[in-house]
C-alpha cells in the first residue's frame, strides 16, 4: 500500500511546535493521532490537547491510540473551523496548531470509503459522512468540462480531458459507482507508454477527493484564522502534500507576516505595514532521504512553521 501509519515528518513538527508542558494545543487534523501521540507526551497534567477531525471513525481510532492520556479534547469538526471550536471551549488562544493536510492513512486503510485506487469499493471519499457531496454525485453528474478543470487543475494529470471525456461517455450507459470502475476508464484514458509514474489512477482519485471535501478553497483563510488564534510566541506548524496548498498556505503566511512597502532611504515606516508573527521556514522543510524510503507518503510532503509575535 502506497501510504504508512508513520506519520511525516514527525521530529520536525515536535521541534517546530516548540511544545510548553503546560501550554495548549490543537492538531487540526487528528487522523490515527500519530503526531498527537508525540505532543500528549510531552504535556503536563495542567497541558492540553486538543484533537480536531471530521471523519467520525477517525476519531474513535484516534481515542483507541490515546486511550492512556486524559488531558484531550476530541472535536468532531473541520479545523477551517478553528475560532468557533476554540469559542465553543472557552479557550481565547492556543500555544501551538499543528495541521497535517491530505487524506489520512487511517482513511485510506479503511478500504469501503472509498479513497484507495486499490480493490472495489462503493466512490464515497467524504472525510465527513455527514455531509451530501460524494465522489458518486461528482464523477456522475459533473459537466465533462468541469471534470477535467478539478481532474487537471487538483489531480496535474494532462491526461486530464481524455479522463473527462471517457467518463461521461461510460456515465452515459452506466452509472459509475465503484473505485473499479473509474479506474479502469482512467486506465484506458492514459497510454500504455505514459503509465509509468505510480498508478495512472493516483492523480484522478486526489482531484476528486480534494473537490469532494473542498480542501483548497478556505484553506488560505484558515491558515490567518489558526494564526489569529495563536499566543504570542505560539507556532503554527503545517504539512501540505500539493503545490496548490503549498501556495496557499506560503501566501498566507507571507501576508500575516506583512511587508513595509516605504522607500528604503526612510528612516521609519510610514506606509503603516502590520505584521502578526515571523516565518521560521524561509523553505519548507522536506522529509529526509531516509524517511522519504521508508514512508512513501513524505516523499511530497512539504512543512512551513509561523511564529506569532
Known amino acids: 500500500m502506497e501510504f504508512k501509519h508513520t506519520p511525516v515528518m514527525l521530529k520536525e513538527c515536535i521541534e517546530g511546535l516548540k511544545i510548553k508542558e503546560n501550554g495548549i494545543y490543537v492538531d487540526g ?160 484514458s492514459i497510454p500504455k507508454s505514459k503509465q509509468n509514474d505510480g498508478h495512472p489512477a493516483k492523480r484522478t482519485f486526489q482531484a476528486i477527493r480534494i473537490e469532494v471535501n473542498n480542501e483548497i478553497e478556505p484553506l488560505y483563510n484558515t491558515v490567518k484564522d489558526c494564526i489569529d488564534c495563536l499566543k504570542k510566541q505560539g507556532r503554527l506548524c503545517i504539512i501540505t502534500f500539493h503545490s496548490l496548498e503549498d501556495r496557499a498556505v506560503k501566501n498566507a503566511m507571507l501576508d500575516a507576516k506583512g511587508k513595509c512597502i516605504c522607500p528604503s532611504d526612510l528612516p521609519y515606516c510610514v506606509c503603516g505595514a502590520k505584521t502578526l508573527g515571523k516565518i521560521i521556514t524561509k523553505k519548507p522543510i522536506i522529509a529526509t532521504e531516509q524517511e522519504q524510503e521508508h514512508n512513501s507518503r513524505s516523499k511530497s510532503a512539504k512543512l512551513r512553521i509561523f511564529e506569532k509575535l
Request: hydrophobic share 30%.
Open 29 to 188: 487534523t487528528l487522523g490515527g493521532a500519530g503526531h498527537s501521540k508525540e505532543i500528549a507526551k510531552r504535556l503536563s497534567d495542567k497541558g492540553l490537547l486538543i484533537g480536531i477531525d471530521r471523519d467520525e471513525e477517525a476519531l474513535k481510532a484516534a481515542k483507541t491510540n490515546l486511550d492512556q492520556f486524559h488531558n484531550i479534547k476530541y472535536v468532531q469538526d473541520n479545523h477551517d473551523n478553528i475560532k468557533r471550536i476554540l469559542e465553543d471551549l472557552e479557550i481565547e488562544q492556543v500555544d501551538g496548531i499543528l495541521l497535517d493536510l491530505g487524506v489520512s492513512s487511517y482513511q485510506l486503510d479503511e478500504k469501503n470509503r472509498g479513497f484507495s485506487y486499490l480493490g472495489e469499493n462503493q466512490l464515497d471519499m467524504r472525510m465527513d459522512k455527514s455531509q451530501q457531496l460524494t465522489a458518486q454525485k461528482v464523477i456522475n453528474t459533473y459537466s465533462e468540462e468541469k471534470l477535467a478543470e478539478i481532474i487537471y487543475q487538483y489531480g496535474e494529470d494532462k491526461f486530464s480531458r481524455q479522463i473527462s471525456r471517457n467518463i461521461c461517455e461510460y456515465r452515459k450507459n452506466k452509472e459509475i459507482q465503484t473505485t473499479k470502475q473509474l479506474v479502469e476508464i482512467i486506465e484506458r
